[in-house]
Structure formats: structure tokens, C-alpha cells
């Protein structure tokens, strides 16, 4: 792993509340390596439309916008709009947008071709019409301080979690990748112009946190038994919704 990883919904997110940022650069930040993202939205409430990733922009309208990042799991979907929860939490991920022409929600459907060292990405981004969804989302997010806090716990949980279930005897190979991403960031080229350095610090933090909970549960055959297998998922399942909340909140702008 040369860099940290964030779900295209934070990326999407932290470029909408941008005021005026460029579309091409958006595009670029957002699709990377992906296929050129594509966006189905309603139109009148039952025509759709299909265009290209800056069509969000289109549908949103100008002014000031509101914009949050969801980033729900089987179990958490806390702060999702009922009328998108189930497919944010299938997606794993939701961008959620108010303006004073719509208040939407937008989910990434991902389709991945190609082979495990070749891959390809085809999104397309549904959009749909939702209720207010501020006083939700900020409730579940948290500000960006308690976000620090948390992810500053949620590293000893997860250094007392791999420490207690040995992963460095049983996964050599995830432990060194695990002590790897100390030496990692964020790519910065994916990053909007000026966006606020304790934003990055959360968002590569929780990024880090991330990708210890994937390297550590990568395999569970390498547990001795069921028993372990289950702690170690236990005990980083809620270092995950830590980082994950810590992420919604980095890349969560609201006005009120």
C-alpha cells in the first residue's frame, strides 16, 4: 500500500462543499482509476436523466451547499435516510447534499471487471430525493473533535486487539503491511485546494484505522479456532465504526 485509501463518497463529498471547485479537477479527484463515473437522477419525480459526475452539480444547483459523507455498515446505518438506508448500507458508502433547490442523496453502485491485477471500476451514482437529513447526520457524526478523541482510543483498542490476538505469529506478512501504513498518507492530489488541515489528520487517521481492521481480518483461518476468530472480529468491529464515523465527520459540512 503506497497510499491511504478513502471511499469515493468522502472524496465527493469534501470537493461539493467547495465553493466553485472546478469540475474537471473534481472528476479527476473522485474517478482516479475508476471508468469515468456516470449519474442517474430523477427528474419531476419519474423521468430519469443520465449524465456525468459533474451532473450532481446540475441537479444540487448553485449557492451554498450542505454536504455529508455516510459511511454505514450492516448494523450502523445511523443518520442515513430511511429512503436510501438500505442501499448506502449495500454500497457502504452515501453523499447527502441540501441546497435551496434539493436536498438529495446520492449512492455509488460499483460494478468491478477486469482481474485481481487489472481491475476496473464502473460507478454509477443514483440520486434520490430525501428529507432534511442535518439534525440526523450531525448527531451521528459527532464534530471533528470528538472524532480525534475517538480515533486516538480507537488506535490503543487496536493496537491491544492485534497485541492479544497475535497477528504478528499467525499473519507475519498482514503484521508488517499493518506497520507499514504508519509510513503512508492520504494522496494529496485527491484533496481539494485548501481544505482544513485537521479534516486530513482525521481523515488519514481513520484511513489508518481502516486499513488495520481490513489487514487483521483479512483471513480467519489463521486463528487457532472459532473462539479467536470471533474476538478478533469482535474487538476490531468497533474500532471499524469508530473510523468510519470519524470519516463521515471530516467530510461532513454544515451551515447550521
Known amino acids: 500500500m503506497t497510499t491511504l485509501d478513502l471511499p469515493r463518497s468522502v472524496l465527493l463529498a469534501l470537493w461539493l462543499a467547495q465553493d466553485g471547485a472546478d469540475r474537471a479537477a473534481l472528476a479527476h479527484a473522485v474517478q482516479a482509476d475508476d471508468e469515468p463515473h456516470t449519474v442517474r437522477a430523477a427528474v419531476d419525480g419519474d423521468e430519469h436523466v443520465d449524465g456525468p459526475l459533474s451532473l450532481l452539480l446540475d441537479v444540487c444547483g448553485p449557492g451554498p451547499r450542505d454536504v455529508a459523507a455516510l459511511v454505514p455498515a450492516p448494523g450502523d446505518a445511523s443518520g442515513t435516510p430511511p429512503a436510501v438506508s438500505a442501499a448506502a448500507t449495500t454500497a457502504g458508502e452515501a ?23 487489472e481491475p476496473g471500476h464502473l460507478v454509477t451514482w443514483e440520486v434520490h430525493g430525501v428529507a432534511d437529513w442535518r439534525t440526523a447526520v450531525l448527531g451521528a457524526a459527532g464534530s471533528l473533535a470528538d472524532a480525534e478523541r475517538a480515533l486516538r482510543q480507537g488506535l490503543v483498542d487496536a493496537t491491544e486487539a492485534l497485541v492479544r490476538l497475535d497477528v504478528a505469529r499467525w499473519r507475519p506478512d498482514a503484521a508488517e503491511q499493518i506497520a507499514g501504513l504508519r509510513d503512508v498518507d492520504l494522496p494529496a492530489w ?17 484511513a489508518r484505522l481502516r486499513g488495520i481492521v481490513a489487514l487483521a481480518t483479512q483471513d480467519d483461518g489463521g486463528a487457532v479456532n472459532l473462539w479467536q476468530a470471533d474476538q478478533r472480529s469482535t474487538a476490531l468491529r468497533e474500532v471499524d465504526r469508530v473510523a468510519r464515523h470519524a470519516m463521515a465527520a471530516a467530510a461532513t459540512t454544515i451551515s447550521v
Open 190 to 206: 485527491r484533496l481539494p485546494t485548501g481544505i482544513e488541515g485537521r479534516r486530513v489528520r482525521v481523515l488519514a487517521s481513520a
Open 95 to 117: 453523499v447527502l447534499v441540501r441546497t435551496e433547490r434539493a436536498c438529495v442523496a446520492a449512492v455509488p453502485l460499483v460494478q468491478r471487471f477486469g482481474s485481481d491485477l
